[in-house]
């Protein structure tokens, strides 16, 4: 399975932004993962075979996460500067994935920069 990101960018506090994950194989339980410089890479949002999904505390009613066949979106709304990090896309076969330890396949990762 390959993972491949798009939609990062730089925008301003309070802006918009839409990441993709295009995935090649076969994917089941899915998320997105962010490392800010200095810190611990950390789960965003992620996505179970059922449909079914969670969000960090710090980025629930603002993000949203979705999927479609092979593709795996971020909707990124009301962006705040402690967004700022590396975005990255991870998937596994397994129908549900309980820690990142779970996950066998990464992308490369889409810089997310929010300026005040």
């Known amino acids: 399975v390959q993972l491949q990101e798009s939609g990062g960018g730089s925008v301003q506090s309070g802006g918009s932004l839409k990441l993709s994950c295009a995935a090649s194989?076969?994917?089941?339980?899915m998320a997105w993962f962010r490392q800010a410089p200095g810190k611990e890479r950390e789960v965003v949002a992620d996505m179970r075979m059922d449909g079914s999904s969670t969000y960090t505390d710090s980025v629930k009613g603002r993000f949203t996460i979705s999927r479609g066949p092979g593709i795996l979106y971020l909707q990124m709304n009301s962006l705040k500067p402690e967004d700022t990090a590396m975005y990255y896309c991870?998937?596994?076969?397994?129908?549900?994935?309980?820690?990142?330890?779970?996950?066998?396949?990464w992308g490369q990762g889409t810089q997310v920069t929010v300026s005040s």
């Open positions: 194989g076969d994917t089941r339980c």
């Open positions: 991870a998937a596994d076969r397994r129908p549900s994935c309980l820690t990142s330890y779970d996950y066998n396949f």
